[in-house]
Structures are given as C-alpha cells and as structure tokens.
C-alpha cells in the first residue's frame, strides 16, 4: 500500500517562501507523475504543478514563475519552492502521485496525501 506523506506547510507573510515536501513510500519501483493539487476554501481543488519521471512539467500559470516543482526519483520525493507568495495562495496543499509502479508489476492509480495547510497573511 503506497503512501504519500506532505510536510513543510505553514504561516507566512505575503511575499514570503515556503517549501513543501512529499515522501511516497510503499512497494514502489516507480512512479510515473507527481504532483500538486490545492484547495481553497468555497473552491474546486486545481492542479498546481507536476512532474513526470522525465521532468516533464505541467505548471498553472497562476504560480508559473513564483513556484518551483521538482522530484527526487531514488527518493520518491516531490518538492514544490513556493517563492513571492500571495493571499490568493492561502489553500490545503495535496501531494498526488499517479501510476504507481510496485515491484511486483501491478499499477495503482492516484493516491492522495493527507493535505498541509498554507496560509499567507500578514
């Protein structure tokens, strides 16, 4: 069973920064995307940034140029540097990894962390 453990969220003054982390751990032999998904409150969850096994990214462009995705694969790690924050950031950041490779071949689609709380105020 693969789980997904986020730290690093917190209280943070606008035009602060912030680092969030994201541990896979489990029967893993890969992991083909990870990601971020937040959620406001009174809102729809939406993707953040993600990152393949390759590198490849997808970033929204309400964050494109303020946050950083990045991901160790011998660590099944994901990180996202949240630079120039905004109150408009202020949501419960949730870590996804999807297509999850054991070491016995099966495949498990999306898993959820559990959600870290960001809030930018001043």
Do not use: H
Not at 105 to 121: D, N
Request: proline fraction near 2%.
């Amino acid at each position: 069973q693969v789980q997904l453990v986020e730290s690093g969220g917190g209280l943070v003054q606008p035009g602060g920064s912030l680092r969030l982390s994201c541990a896979a751990s489990g029967s893993i032999f890969s992991i083909y995307v990870m990601g971020w998904y937040r959620q406001a409150p009174g809102k729809q969850r939406e993707l953040v940034a993600s990152i393949t096994s390759g590198g490849s990214l997808n970033v929204a462009d309400s964050v494109k140029g303020r946050f950083t995705i990045s991901r160790d694969n011998a660590k099944n790690t994901v990180y996202l540097q949240m630079n120039s924050l905004k109150p408009e950031d202020t949501a419960v950041y949730y870590c996804n990894a999807d297509r999850i490779r054991s070491f016995g071949g099966t495949v498990v689609g999306a898993v959820w962390g559990q959600g870290t709380l960001v809030t930018v105020s001043s």
